[in-house]
């Protein structure tokens, strides 16, 4: 059986999917899969629909209740959860057999948080993870970038 490797190159609001691969001794990556997650780009007074409510302070007058995460993070934290199920649903199917990650450092800490409930099975099949955001490379460059990576796992 034929090992499939991944790369989820992504950000907090696209992710390509690519396969990795050898034909012959030469490097391929081709895309698989474009997810995009469009509400992580809107402004943070488009995601909401009112404004924060108040309660009543006594004699000292009135406060406003402020939210614990961002609107704008909790888009980044959905996307993140997006991504950890799509990885398992792919992985359930034996669409892959290890998959390496390369995503902004930020976006990596949501990633990580979001696989914890997964750490089991996905675990073991992320091969490596760069910290770098490699969403507006071409496929010429990924192929220069994550042949060094991808040769040490194929």
């Not at 004699?59 to 909790?74: D, F, I, M, N």
């Not at 450092?105 to 914890?116: C, D, G, Q, R, T």
Request: charged share 25%.
């Amino acid at each position: 059986m034929k090992s499939t490797l991944w790369l989820l190159i992504c950000n907090g609001s696209v992710a390509h999917v690519y396969e990795a691969a050898y034909k012959e001794t030469v490097f391929t990556v081709t895309r698989v899969q474009e997810l995009h997650h469009d509400e992580s780009r809107l402004k943070t007074h488009d995601l909401v629909n009112d404004r924060p409510g108040h309660y009543n302070k006594g004699a000292q007058g009135r406060g406003a209740y402020s939210e614990k995460t961002s609107p704008k993070e909790l888009e980044l934290q959905h996307f993140s959860h997006e991504l950890v199920e799509f990885l398992d649903q792919q992985w359930k199917l034996k669409s892959y057999h290890g998959v390496v990650i390369a995503t902004s450092p930020h976006f990596e800490s949501l990633l990580k948080e979001a696989l914890v409930p997964h750490e089991k099975h996905l675990g073991p099949l992320i091969k490596a993870m760069l910290t770098k955001d490699y969403t507006r490379a071409t496929v010429k460059e990924l192929e220069e970038i994550f042949e060094p990576v991808c040769q040490k796992l194929m």
